[in-house]
């Protein structure tokens, strides 16, 4: 088990159970009064712990070691999946997979970031950040969806896009907007689920959806705390506070109405149960594609279209120059 | 749930003539490229570019318009709409603090500024960023702007082009400053099926969030010389993969000769350049009816 420095009391007393338990064999003395004592006590520091999750330790739950991914998600919910390689242009992007797959036996989808499991695995698929051919593999994924009418699943979990000098001199910028205008105009149902990082541009290049939802344990923001902290606080040290001023949770994230929804993880963190939290995240989807294919197609794009518009935070004072058209005499 | 975002005021009307400080003709402009000097009046009447080496000196919405409009006529257009510190931001100083400096150091509402005029007769909308303005940060004023900028050009069946200058995405707004990316793009769409043209004009320096939405999905994407274009930094860069750059790397010509760019106009051809291609787009075809 990997604890977290904020597990610390967590991580104590199954040391203390350890101990007692080698003690019990070496002496054979009954030692399961006192066990069960620290079980309790484990699960309620647990909560106690849980419960009150400071920003920065969700941003560092996100990035657990031990958290499932998405070929992990990806094996749990769906059935028959088929991967699908390249973007046909340049390369196979391993940071961003995807292929066709069935939900409860029906067609759908799935694209998503995908982090490497091991240190060998890590440097394969660039911890999890996609380069234009990654962004440009889930356009012609999902473009092929909506030519067959089957809906589209993105889970995202990324650090960022990378910035390397290959993924500039091909595009990122032009693949990342590219997927947000195409997306917008899905014609098929589009689930967005963070599940892990929501990291900046790179997150969005495949976050535009009818339905975005946040696990938990997740973040997402327009930068990470850290760079967060090294650009305004011209330091390192200030992570914690840039998670706080970032709003970055799931809490903050739907109270703005940045995402629509929120999936719960054990207590403990989707690592902790992630069959359970696979569960979880099928029955969400389950649930918001059947929702959405109650909606006509244009329907589902105006409500895309209107939801976005929405986003944004400003004063709109009362001037005699609101910019009406019926003013301005060079219409002719 | 987003009408809370919206606080209407009565007071605070707005006017939209800016408050234009007139520099002596005397005071010199060293080129930062070439370090040739010129006086002030001579830059201006050079569109402020170098008169030896061709440097695009960085400027902002009022210098473009004064360039692109004719006999610089022009109405500014949702001059309504200024920013608030919604998050209650703070890092070394509130966000707030940094919008009231900019507003005042600039005699600006935020960091786009979108206007209605004539180029060689014939009607534009051009959204013009401000480099001035906290580093020309894209947060919920400058969406919302463009967002309105494209309902106007749809409700008046008027072209559209957006200046970008940029240093990325507006940290002080957090994910609001991220979705502008979304929404803007998204009402590009609409902007598409309204069949009207939309030009991205891409000048020093263009990065981050910006690049990687509006300024990179133009029916032609344009920009003026050297100007560095990129999502990620050049210093981010390198310090990921540790190595030099190539030299001209992220510039203009280097995004030209990698497919990014459909030309680069010098700031002196730009207006005939855009009044040529805006032409193509909106002149009716002979003949169908
Ligand atoms: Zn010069």
Redesign the pocket.
């Known amino acids: 088990m990997q604890f977290l420095d904020f597990e610390k009391p967590l991580e104590d007393l199954y040391t203390q159970i350890h101990k007692l338990k080698e003690m019990s064999a070496k002496n054979k003395v009954d030692v399961s009064n006192s066990v069960r004592e620290l079980d309790a006590s484990i699960e309620k520091t647990r909560s106690q712990i849980y419960d009150n999750l400071t920003p920065w330790q969700r941003v560092q739950l996100s990035r657990h070691p031990d958290r499932p991914y998405t070929l992990y998600y990806i094996e749990k919910i769906f059935t028959n999946f088929t991967e699908l390689y390249g973007d046909r242009q340049v390369k196979d992007d391993k940071a961003m997979v995807g292929g066709m797959a069935l939900l409860n036996g029906e067609p759908v989808m799935v694209v998503g970031h995908q982090k490497g499991i091991n240190t060998k695995m890590r440097q394969l698929r660039n911890f999890g950040m996609a380069n234009p051919e990654g962004y440009r593999k889930a356009l012609r994924l999902m473009k092929m969806a909506e030519k067959f009418n089957r809906p589209i699943i993105t889970l995202i979990d990324t650090p960022g896009a990378f910035p390397g000098l290959e993924a500039e001199e091909r595009g990122q910028a032009e693949a990342i907007a590219r997927n947000l205008f195409e997306m917008v105009n899905m014609k098929v149902p589009v689930i967005c689920v963070i599940i892990g990082e929501g990291a900046s541009g790179g997150a969005l290049g495949i976050g535009v959806g009818d339905r975005v939802a946040m696990m938990e344990n997740t973040w997402y923001s327009v930068i990470s705390p850290e760079s967060c902290s090294s650009i305004l606080w011209r330091s390192w040290n200030f992570k914690e506070k840039a998670a706080e001023q970032l709003k970055l949770t799931y809490k903050d994230m739907s109270s703005f109405g940045l995402v629509d929804d929120i999936i719960p993880e054990p207590v403990g963190g989707a690592h902790s149960d992630p069959e359970k939290t696979a569960e979880t995240l099928k029955t969400y989807l389950t649930n918001a594609i059947s929702a959405l294919k109650m909606i006509s197609p244009d329907d589902r794009i105006t409500q895309r279209i209107e939801k976005l518009s929405k986003m944004g935070f400003y004063d709109e004072t009362v001037t005699a120059d609101n910019g009406t058209p019926a003013q301005i005499d060079a219409i002719t | 749930m987003s009408s809370t975002w919206f606080r209407r005021s009565k007071k605070g009307i707005l006017t939209t003539t800016e408050e234009k400080k007139e520099t002596p003709d005397g005071l010199w402009h060293k ?1 930062p ?2 370090k ?1 000097t010129a006086t002030v009046k001579e830059l201006h009447d050079n569109l402020y570019i ?1 008169h ?2 061709n ?1 695009h000196n960085r400027i902002n919405a009022k210098e473009y318009f004064e360039i692109l409009f004719d006999n610089n006529e022009y109405k500014l257009l949702f001059e309504n709409i200024v920013p608030k510190d919604f998050l209650g931001f703070v890092d070394m100083k509130p966000y707030g603090a940094r919008i009231e400096e900019a507003q005042k150091s600039t005699g600006l509402k935020d960091a786009m500024t979108v206007g209605h005029g004539k180029m060689n007769e014939k009607d534009f909308v051009v959204a013009c960023m401000n480099f001035n303005f906290i580093g020309g940060s894209m947060g919920s004023v400058v969406g919302e702007k463009i967002s309105r900028a494209i309902d106007y050009c749809i409700k008046n069946k008027l072209p559209l082009m957006v200046i970008s200058k940029s240093g990325g995405a507006r940290m002080m707004e957090s994910a609001f400053s991220l979705m502008q990316m979304a929404k803007t793009a998204a009402k590009l769409t609409q902007l598409a099926k309204a069949q009207l043209p939309y030009i991205s004009l891409m000048t020093d320096p263009t990065t981050g969030g910006v690049t990687a939405s509006y300024a990179m999905l133009g029916d032609i994407n344009i920009a003026e010389p050297n100007a560095l274009i990129c999502f990620a930094g050049p210093r981010v860069i390198k310090e990921t993969i540790k190595k030099d750059l190539p030299a001209g790397f992220q510039r203009s010509e280097f995004l030209l000769e990698h497919g990014f760019l459909d030309f680069i106009a010098d700031r002196k051809i730009l207006k005939q350049k855009l009044t040529t291609v805006l032409e193509w787009y909106m002149i009716e075809p002979a003949g169908t009816h």
């Open positions: 080129c490229q070439c040739t170098c030896k080496c440097y």
